[in-house]
C-alpha cells in the first residue's frame, strides 16, 4: 500500500512539472529522472551535461538561464513547449539509441543525448552546421 501511494506520489509530481506551457518552477525529484540544465545561448555548451548519459531515460530540461527556451529533438519527434527562466520541461522519455536536440528559439544551441549502449548519434540536419 505504501508503495502504491510513493508511485501515486510520483506520478503526480511529474504530471504538476508542466502547465500548458511546458514549464513550471518545480523540478520533479522521481527517482531514475535525469536533469539537462539549460545554461546559456553557447552553442554546443548551451547545455550541461552534453552529452547526457540519458538513453532510455526520463529526461527533465531546467532552464538556469535568464531568457525563454524551446528544446525539440531534431526529428521533432518531441517538443518541450516553451521552458521560462528558472523553470524545467516535463519528464519526457529519450530514445533509447539516443538523440540530437535544439533549441527552436536559439538555433545554435544543440545538445546529444548518449544510446544505452552507444554515444549519441551523428548530428545530422542544420543544427549541426559548423560542430
Do not use: K, W
Not at 518552477?25 to 540519458?54: D, E, K, L, W, Y
Not at 527552436?104 to 548519434?121: K, Q, R
Request: glycine content about 12%.
Amino acid at each position: 500500500m505504501r508503495a502504491l501511494a510513493a508511485a501515486a506520489a510520483i506520478v503526480a509530481g511529474l504530471g504538476a512539472s508542466s502547465c500548458g506551457g511546458g514549464s513550471s518552477p518545480t523540478t520533479p525529484s522521481a527517482p531514475n529522472v535525469v536533469t539537462i540544465t539549460i545554461t546559456r545561448q553557447n552553442g554546443a555548451q548551451s547545455f550541461s551535461p552534453n552529452p547526457a548519459s540519458a538513453g532510455g531515460q526520463m529526461v527533465v530540461f531546467r532552464n538556469a538561464d535568464s531568457i525563454l527556451h524551446r528544446v525539440q529533438l531534431n526529428d521533432g519527434s518531441l517538443d518541450t513547449g516553451n521552458i521560462a527562466p528558472g523553470a524545467s520541461s516535463a519528464a519526457v522519455l529519450m530514445p533509447a539509441l539516443g538523440t540530437n536536440y535544439h533549441c527552436t528559439i536559439h538555433t545554435d544551441m544543440i545538445g546529444a543525448v548518449s544510446g544505452t549502449t552507444s554515444g549519441p548519434p551523428p548530428c545530422e540536419g542544420p543544427y549541426c552546421e559548423g560542430q
